[in-house]
C-alpha cells in the first residue's frame, strides 16, 4: 500500500445557500478512525465563482462535480485563497477549461506559486484582504481569516448569502474511517472533538506562531472577523458550520492563542502507520 492508496470518500455537491455548492472530497486518516475534508466551493449567479480548485489526486472526480453546477465558458471567477496543493491542484485544468474565466489572487500567490504555475497575468485580478470584487448579482470581500498556513491567504465572503469561505480555517477531523460516512455539519461533532480537532489543526498543521502571539490582540483580530456577520462558514477542512455554531466556531477560534495542542505525531506514530501498510 503507498501513500496514493490512503482511501477517500466522495459525496457529491453540498447546497449550503442559494446558488452556493461546497465541493467535498473526502480523505480518510491511516490508521486512525478519522477522516479530513478537502473542500473547495462552487458559487453560481450571474457572474459564477470557482473557489480554489481541489486536489490533483481527485482531479476527475472534481472536475466532475464542479462542470455539473457550472458550465466552463460561463465561470467569470476563479478565487484562489493561498498557493496549497490541496486548493491549487487543478488550476492550470480550470483556466484552460474556462476562457472566460479571471484568476482572482493577488501579488505574495504569484511570487509563491509561480515557480509551479504559469500565472495568465492578463487574466488576473489581484485582490488583496479586505478589498471587494463586484461580479455582478453579488459583491464578494477577500477576508483573511484569523488561521492560516500561507501569508497569501484570503477567504471570501459573499455578502449576498452571508457564505464565508474560510480558506484553512476552522479545518477539524471528522471521525469515521473507510466504510463510515462522515458528518457533514458541525452540529453533528462532539463538541469535545471538535474543540480538540481545532486545536490539533489549528496549531500543529496551520499556525504554529499560535503560541507565540498575543491573546487579546489575536482575540480582537478574530471578532473583527466574526464582525462582518457571516451566518455560515464553509472551509477546506471542516464540515459547514451554520446557525448558532458560526457563534460557537468564532468563540472557540478566539481562544486558540495559547491553547496546548496534543504531541505532533512522531517517529514512534510513523513506524505504526508504516506496520499497518503492512511495512511498505
Ligand atoms: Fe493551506
Ligand atoms: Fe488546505
Known amino acids: 500500500m503507498s501513500i496514493l492508496d490512503i482511501p477517500t470518500l466522495h459525496q457529491p455537491p453540498?447546497?449550503?445557500?442559494?446558488?452556493?455548492?461546497?465541493?467535498?472530497?473526502?480523505?480518510h486518516a491511516l490508521g486512525a478512525p478519522l477522516s479530513v475534508y478537502l473542500n473547495s466551493a462552487v458559487i453560481q449567479g450571474a457572474e459564477p465563482v470557482i473557489v480554489d480548485t481541489g486536489s490533483a489526486r481527485n482531479r476527475d472526480q472534481w472536475l466532475q462535480d464542479v462542470?455539473?453546477?457550472?458550465?466552463?465558458?460561463?465561470?467569470?471567477w476563479v478565487f484562489l485563497t493561498h498557493d496549497d496543493s490541496d486548493h491549487t491542484g487543478n488550476l492550470s485544468q480550470v483556466m484552460d477549461a474556462c476562457p472566460n474565466a479571471m484568476l482572482v489572487c493577488s501579488w505574495t500567490l504569484v511570487e509563491r506559486?509561480?515557480?509551479?504555475?504559469?500565472?495568465?497575468?492578463?487574466?488576473?485580478?489581484?485582490?488583496n484582504d479586505g478589498e471587494s470584487l463586484d461580479a455582478g448579482d453579488r459583491t464578494l470581500v477577500a477576508l483573511r481569516p484569523p488561521v492560516y498556513d500561507s501569508p497569501a491567504t484570503r477567504g471570501l465572503l459573499d455578502t449576498s448569502t452571508g457564505v464565508y469561505w474560510a480558506?484553512?480555517?476552522?479545518?477539524?477531523?471528522?471521525?469515521?474511517g473507510p466504510g463510515v460516512t462522515p458528518i457533514d455539519t458541525v452540529a453533528d461533532l462532539d463538541p469535545e472533538a471538535w474543540w480538540g480537532g481545532m486545536v490539533m489543526f489549528g496549531i500543529h498543521a496551520l499556525s504554529p506562531w499560535l503560541s507565540m502571539v498575543d491573546a487579546t490582540r489575536y482575540a480582537a483580530c478574530v471578532k473583527k472577523v466574526q464582525a462582518h456577520g457571516m451566518s455560515t462558514i464553509i472551509s477546506g477542512h471542516s464540515p459547514v458550520i451554520d446557525g448558532p455554531r458560526v457563534a460557537q466556531a468564532f468563540e472557540m477560534m478566539g481562544r486558540l492563542a495559547g491553547s496546548e495542542p496534543p504531541p505532533c505525531p512522531d517517529q514512534t506514530?510513523?513506524?505504526m502507520m508504516v506496520a499497518a501498510m503492512g511495512g511498505e
Not at 15 to 26: E, N, R, S
Not at 69 to 76: I, K
Not at 113 to 127: D, G, H, Q, V
Open 67 to 76: 462542470f455539473g453546477l457550472v458550465e466552463p465558458e460561463d465561470v467569470r
Open 14 to 27: 453540498k447546497k449550503v445557500a442559494p446558488g452556493t455548492f461546497l465541493i467535498q472530497d473526502i480523505q
Open 167 to 176: 480558506a484553512d480555517a476552522f479545518a477539524s477531523p471528522v471521525p469515521g
Open 269 to 271: 506514530v510513523l513506524d
Open 113 to 127: 506559486f509561480s515557480n509551479a504555475y504559469e500565472f495568465p497575468l492578463r487574466r488576473c485580478r489581484w485582490l
